[in-house]
DNA sequence: CTTGAATTTGCGGGCCCCGCAATATTGCGG
DNA sequence: CCGCAATATTGCGGGGCCCGCAAATTCAAG
């Protein structure tokens, strides 16, 4: 069997595995609860040894929350390809609500669960902002290139991305629990206008 | 003997357990990085049994952060305490920089490692941010009892709390790594002073 | 088909955290 | 001063996590 594709055969691999265990270990999770997952029942869901979970992710809070970071890094990127003299509120709101915008589709009940769990259960919200303090530092590194600062030593970009994260954060939370459903990134662009207006009191 | 004090007499000695389980973890981690730290090791140092250690925390890094998260449970109370009419960025300022005021003294270098030690170890920053989110929940409480909003519907109390929160983590770490030590209370102010402008691109 | 590299797997082991029941301590009323 | 009830501490046992290591398997390339 000459099955010769592309040069990433056997990465192609590893991602669908990978990708096998986050997604069975989310749905697991949202199914029974943290507590009730064992290893053993998510490296079973995905068709492979338990040895070999803790080969891809080294904790279970880790394997359910890297979809959600893989999307945060993907704002990272998107703020990247901003033209640089477009002024820096503007790109980050255009990247945020690009990247957290699933086109026409409504939230699918699904995912929606599972995010909500992820909030919910607090080892997984420390496990989701451990990884969001890492790209945060990104963003606070593109930040200072954008705005001439240096990431190392002033306040500036650190502070920035810290807000916007904690932006993000905060959008996301009040998107779980509205229940007439209303878009994300207008959520996000909400929150991103009013700390750029320096979160005046309402009234 | 009869030495019949205050009420309290048995809260006091468990008080004075707590501080010295968590105490003695800082102290062990610090010296010998959280990793090569036993349970074992922490409760010995502050003369317990191991069995007792979990009496009091459910995890090392629990019992590490503890003292920090105290600090920032004060903060929130200060800020109750803040006359109402009293501007919001005014009262958070206040309660915040008056918290992170330690008088005359100079950062404890023991301490300053400490917290140095806390936001390089990821699991501690996790176990750090997971306790500030309960904080940031009574803040946003507070802030919506200030602000007339309700805390349950709005965006802005739980917007506002995560800013605050990122105020308070940038100076934090801007703080451990400016050598001439620059007084935290100070950091804390440019911080919030910015935040509450829009953050303004610099220069 | 052979071969070398990459992946998966099983095993062993150290450690964490908790429930439970036995013990020890403490404050209180008699 | 004493015994009692409440509260805290301790030891034990056990389930589970995560990792290092080395054997076995899979896979791509010659």
Redesign the interface.
């Known amino acids: 069997m000459t099955t010769s594709r592309a040069p990433g055969h056997r990465e192609r691999k590893k991602q669908q595995t990978r990708e096998a265990l986050s997604w069975a270990a989310l749905r697991l999770a949202v199914e029974r609860g943290l507590g009730d997952v064992l290893v053993e029942d998510i490296a079973a869901e995905a068709g492979v040894s338990p040895r070999t979970f803790n080969n891809y992710f080294s904790s279970k809070a880790e394997a359910i929350v890297w979809r959600q970071l893989d999307r945060l890094h993907r704002v990272t990127d998107l703020l990247r390809e901003r033209p640089p003299a477009e002024?820096?509120?503007e790109a980050v709101t255009h990247a945020a609500t690009t990247t957290f915008d699933h086109g026409e589709s409504l939230p699918d009940q699904q995912w929606t669960t599972g995010v909500r769990l992820m909030l919910g259960e607090?080892?997984l919200?420390?496990?989701l902002?451990?990884g969001g303090?890492a790209v945060e530092r990104e963003v606070a590194a593109v930040i200072a290139e954008?705005?001439?600062?240096d990431a190392?030593r002033?306040?500036?970009p650190?502070?920035?991305a810290?807000?916007i994260?904690?932006?993000i954060?905060?959008?996301t939370?009040?998107w779980l629990?509205t229940d007439p459903p209303v878009p994300l990134p207008t959520?996000l662009r909400?929150?991103l206008d009013?700390?750029?207006?320096?979160?005046p009191?309402?009234?």
């Open positions: 002024p820096l509120w607090s080892e919200q420390a496990e902002i451990r303090a954008r705005t001439g600062t190392g002033d306040l500036y650190l502070l920035a810290a807000a994260g904690a932006a954060r905060s959008a939370e009040q629990r959520l909400d929150a009013a700390l750029a207006a320096g979160l009191a309402p009234e």
